[in-house]
């Protein structure tokens, strides 16, 4: 177990992130997105700031990129639906730091707080923004570590919807567990970190085999908010057995986690990787590594999950994307170093070819804007790959100037529009 201070807001930080929203000139531009990728091979780690380049979706890191992510081992992110924060998990220093991001894709440091347990690994943010939610590797039982694991957790942090005003600890609006004092007098006193309280009365919910079970070891890989922010799924894998599981939770009205199936969580395979959901929240896409598979779940009234059907995919399977419009998938094969395409058909997928990629692509990202790109984060080739997608078949070609370069070791990809011209749709 890990233990830290719970970072503020710094007065230079509020200002320099307000002179460069109000300064920063958007222009005409065929800049069209920012792309996010966190690279951990350095002390802090680093990310890259990539923009978007509308006719050919090339990639270019901005003059001042990368920005130090604020702890060791950045490994997941996600941005907010205003497109004014970035949200990036250090896993060694078991913190999540708020970046406030500028009209010009630069990063601001906002807040620090620390996760319940440690080594989170996973986060999603629901589209109203008003959530973000935390895989921790392992909870905070006394004496869990690394060479004496336990089980994982999953907590929700309320986010702050806008500024605060208070004597002491005021942060603006996208902290996360904001929670003020009221006193009969005065401007309120402010902390962050406050993960939502559940019912069990602890600030997460634990992942066991079991509710009892604190000795068998699951290991979270990722983590899944429907649309309309209603359930949550973590997928996990058990390595002595090489069975893989799927917890699912309800959402409550002040953002409570509630547990399905009686806590019990679903075998779904043998080492689940990744999962994403369509835009309707009618389907839930699950990528298995062992299994080297896609398998579609189709959701049902209570959040409860009922196979489909299954897809083969390449060799381990790492992560996986759906386009704007839900009708193609891609899916990183990290063994083969290349992407496998499909298209969707009321959840089943029917593969439209292999491309490509770099060594060992481990994330996988739609532009921001839709205008019709796809990129991969290769880890072991440290650079990104970028593709065309043909809005009629989904088949992949190479974006221009592909692939791009990263500082050593990229681990996740993120992005948010920009205000540049689009010339057309793509996609």
Do not use: W
Not at 101 to 111: E, F, N, V, W
Not at 283 to 306: Q, R
Not at 308 to 335: C, H, R, W
Not at 404 to 412: G, I, L
Request: proline share 7%; glycine share 12%.
């Amino acid at each position: 177990m890990k233990f830290g201070k719970v970072g503020q807001v710094g007065l230079v930080s509020a200002i320099a992130l307000v002179v460069a929203t109000l300064f920063t000139a958007c222009g005409n531009t065929l800049t069209v997105g920012f792309m996010f990728v966190p690279t951990n091979n350095l002390t802090p780690g680093q990310i890259e700031v990539y923009e978007v380049d509308s006719e050919s979706g090339s990639l270019r890191t901005i003059p001042t990129s990368p920005f130090p992510s604020g702890g060791r081992d950045p490994i997941a992110e996600a941005t907010s639906p205003d497109f004014n924060n970035l949200y990036v998990i250090n896993e060694d220093d078991n913190n999540i730091v708020q970046f406030g991001i500028g009209t010009d894709g630069k990063l601001y440091p906002q807040s620090t707080i620390n996760t319940p347990g440690s080594f989170p690994m996973a986060t999603a943010m629901n589209t109203a923004g008003s959530y973000l939610y935390v895989v921790d590797t392992l909870q905070p039982i006394p004496g869990c570590s690394l060479t004496n694991a336990c089980p994982g957790d999953i907590a929700a942090y309320a986010v702050t919807s806008t500024a605060t005003s208070a004597t002491a600890g005021s942060n603006g609006a996208g902290s996360l567990g904001q929670v003020c004092s009221a006193p009969s007098s005065g401007t309120p006193t402010c902390t962050v970190g406050n993960p939502v309280i559940n019912s069990n009365g602890q600030g997460y919910l634990p992942l066991q085999l079991t509710p009892t079970d604190k000795t068998t070891v699951l290991t979270p890989t990722a983590v899944n908010v429907l649309t309309n922010g209603n359930f949550v799924y973590v997928t996990a894998f058990n390595a002595s057995t090489s069975l893989g599981y799927l917890f699912s939770f309800s959402v409550g009205a002040n953002g409570t986690l509630s547990p399905l199936n009686g806590g019990l969580p679903v075998n779904i395979g043998a080492q689940p990787a990744a999962i994403v959901s369509d835009a309707a929240g009618q389907f839930v896409y699950i990528a298995d590594e062992l299994k080297n598979a896609v398998s579609t779940y189709a959701v049902n009234s209570d959040g409860s999950l009922s196979l489909k059907s299954i897809a083969s995919t390449g060799n381990q399977p790492t992560a996986l994307t759906m386009d704007s419009t839900g009708k193609f998938l891609y899916v990183t094969n990290a063994s083969d170093g290349n992407v496998s395409g499909y298209t969707v058909s009321n959840g089943t997928l029917t593969n439209t070819g292999t491309y490509a990629a770099g060594s060992q692509p481990v994330a996988i990202a739609i532009d921001p804007r839709h205008v019709g790109f796809l990129y991969t984060v290769n880890f072991l080739g440290s650079n990104l790959n970028g593709y065309q997608i043909d809005p009629t078949t989904g088949v992949l070609n190479n974006a221009q100037q592909s692939p791009y370069a990263s500082t050593v070791q990229p681990t996740a990809i993120a992005g948010i529009p920009h205000g540049g011209i689009t010339t057309a749709a793509k996609e």
